[in-house]
C-alpha cells in the first residue's frame, strides 16, 4: 500500500502538531510532502528536519532565507495555497480568514481538502460550494462536532432527506452559568482557560462567547445542506458527545469519544477507513453522567447573531466572521472587554443589513467584503 501524500497549512499550531502526532503513530500510512506556516521557522525546521517534506511554505518573505539555509533538501516557497500540487490530502490549519486560499486551492486541485479552517468556508461558502463539485475535490471536516455529523450521517441511506435535526453539542466555555453582568471584568487568562478542550488562542476565545458554536452553525449549514432551522445547539458540558443527528423516523445517533482532536483529524486523513490508533477512550466506569442544557442566549449574544447571519447568507457571515477576528484580536491585546466583542459584532451586522450589494460572486467580492466589514470593526474598536 501507497502512503497517502500530505501537506499541512498551519503545521506548527495546534491542528496541525496533533497532525503529525496522528501521522508519527500511523507510520507508514501517510507521507508528509508539504508544510507551511506564517512565520513560526525555528518549529517549522524542526517538524522539517523529523518528516523531510519535498516543500515547505513560508508566508513570511523576511524569513524563507533563514528556512532555505536550513533545510537544503527542501524546496522553500511563498505561498501556502500552492501546497495542494504534490498532496492527496491538504490540512488546512490556517487560522481565520487567512486560510482561504489553501481551501480554494485544494478543491481546484481536486484533492482532498481537511478542514480545520472553518472561517474559510464560512465566509466564502458561495464560493467554496461549486468547487465541491469539481472532480476528485472532497471537503472532510476536521471540526470534532461536524466529523461526529460526519459520522452519524453514514447511517442513512438518503442524508438529504431522512435528516430531522443536526444537534451541535457545545462545552459551554469556561463561562458557562455566568451571566453578562458577571462577566464584563473577566481577563483574557479567565477566557483562554477552556474547561475541556486545548485548542489555539483564537478558537478558545470564540469558544468562551459561543461564537465558535455560531460559526459552526454556519458551518454546518454550508458543509451538509441542513437548513437553520433544523441545527439546534445544546451544551453539553463533558464534551464526550460531539453532536448528533436525528432522523425522520425519531431515531438519533451520535458520536461519543474522549475530546481529542487527533480522532477528527485522523478520521479526514482515512476516511472512508479508519485509522488504528485511538486517542483516548472511553472508561464507562468512571464517566458517571453526561449532562445537557439550553445554551443562554442572554448572555452568550454571538450564538444569535451566527444564526441570524447565517440566515442572511451572501456576505453577511463573511462580516460576521471578519467582525469577530477583529474583536478578538482587540480582546487579546487588552483593548475590550469580553463583553464587547459581541457588541462590535452586532454593530457590524447592523452596518451590513445597510450596505446594498451583499451578494458574493467571486473571490474577490468575499475579500472586498473581509475587508469592508474589518474596516467597519476598525471603526467600532475605535470608538
Ligand atoms: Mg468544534
Redesign the pocket.
Known sequence: MTAIRVAIAGSTGSIGTQTLDVVRAEAGSYEIVGLGVGSSIDALIAQALEFRPKVVAVADPSKRAAVAAALPFVEVIGELAELAADADVVVNAVVGFAGLPVTISTLRAGKRLALAN?ESLIAAGPVVQPLRLLPGAELVPV????CAVHQCLRSSNRPSSEVARVVLTASGGPFRGRTAAELADVGVEQALAHPTWKMGPK?TIDSSTLM??GL?VIEAHELFGTPYDQIEVVVHPQSIIHSMVEFTDGAMIAQLSMPDMRLPIGYALAYPDRIGTPFGRIDWATLSRLDFEAPDLDTFRCLHLAYAAGRVGGSAPAWLSAANEEAVDAFLAGRIRWTQIAEICDAVLQQHAETSDTSVMSVEDIVAADATARRAAQKELAR
Open positions: 472553518k471540526d470534532s462536532e461536524h478558537i465558535n458554536k459552526e
